[in-house]
Structures are given as C-alpha cells and as structure tokens.
C-alpha cells in the first residue's frame, strides 16, 4: 500500500514562498497520479495540481497556475509543491494523495500540513 507523509508546512507572509514535501514509501508508483489538495476551514477538499509519475504530466488549479508547481523525484520518491506568491487564500491543510490513473478519486492520503498565509 502507498505511504504518503507530508512535511513543509508553515505560517509564511504574502507574497512569500514556501515548498511542501511528500515522502512516497510502500509501492510501485508507475501507474499513479500524485496530487496536492487543500481544505481551507468551511470548504471542499480541492485539487490543488497533480502529476503522473511516469510521463511527469502535471494539471494546475486555475487559482494556482503560474504560481505553483509540482514535481516529482523518482529517485528519492519525493512530490513537492513550491508554492511562490503565496495569497490569504491559499491558507488551508494541504495533503498528499495519490490515485491509480483512470480512478475517479484519491485513495491515499497523508495526514496534511497546515499552511497559514498571513496578509
């Protein structure tokens, strides 16, 4: 089973930048999507950006392009979201998932890491 564990999160200022990680342990990840998604207080779970681990294609939230970007390391089995420009708004848990691609949803998940942007 997939392992996801999140580190990186933080209290930054506006306009600041900050990079979350996700550590991946426990299977063969050829055939997965990785994603972040964040939960600000009173809304959904969204996608934030997600990325195949084999092609390296990867899919941004409107609210996000430009600003964010998500890779991956094959070698060390590691996602990060560098996360620059950051806005009130994007205050929220953010988690690691992963899914098998052609799934409708997330199946794994990390336990999420709280990012607070302060204006």
């Known amino acids: 089973q997939v392992q996801l564990v999140e580190s990186g999160g933080g209290s930054v200022q506006a306009g600041g930048s900050l990079r979350l990680s996700c550590a991946v342990s426990g299977g063969t990840l050829t055939n997965y999507v990785l994603g972040w998604l964040r939960q600000a207080p009173g809304k959904e779970r969204d996608v934030v950006a997600a990325?195949?681990?084999?092609?390296?294609?990867?899919y941004y939230a409107d609210s996000v392009k430009g600003r964010f970007t998500i890779s991956r390391d094959d070698s060390t089995k590691m996602v990060y979201l560098q996360m620059y420009d950051v806005k009130p708004e994007d205050t929220a848990v953010y988690y690691c998932?992963?899914?098998?691609?052609?799934?409708?949803?997330?199946?794994?998940w990390g336990q999420g890491t709280q990012v607070t942007v302060s204006s």
């Open positions: 998932a992963a899914k098998l691609r052609g799934a409708n949803g997330y199946s794994r």
């Open positions: 990325i195949t681990w084999s092609e390296m294609r990867t």
